[in-house]
């Protein structure tokens, strides 16, 4: 549904359609529907509708992946600092808080440039259909 409920935003813009969408999931999950704002707010609701994803889909990595890649934000997101916790703690309660805070990770550097979000062709690909230009930056 949600997958559903992001064609129509970004398509069809249909309002009921994304209501009925979102409402059953919504409702399923025990939170409260959106505001009648919101579903008139293309880009509010665009940016609700990727955080609902984001949140329902945590474990499902790839489709993070995916999604970044089709909403053309993965320039901004992959290119954050990591964040991570601080596993370097012991059992007294001062350091036990410490874990709860975010914790840049700077030893994993991130990169993602505009050119990766098309795959390159492999060279053989290249080499058999000589029609057949590299993408972009690759």
Known sequence: ?????????????????????????????????????????????RVKLKRERQVELLGENSMRYFDLRRWKDALTEENQLLQGCNINISD???????????????????????RMYLFPFPTYELKRNVNLTQNPGW
């Open 92 to 114: 007294d309660d001062t350091y036990i808080a410490d874990f709860y805070k975010e914790t840049p990770v700077s030893s994993v550097h991130k990169v993602f440039e505009q």
């Open 1 to 45: 549904l949600k997958t559903y409920s992001n064609e129509d935003v970004e398509i069809k813009r249909d309002e009921d359609e994304m209501r009925y969408a979102i409402k059953r999931i919504r409702m399923r999950a025990g939170v409260p529907d959106y505001t009648n704002e919101t579903y008139k707010n293309q880009a509010d609701f």
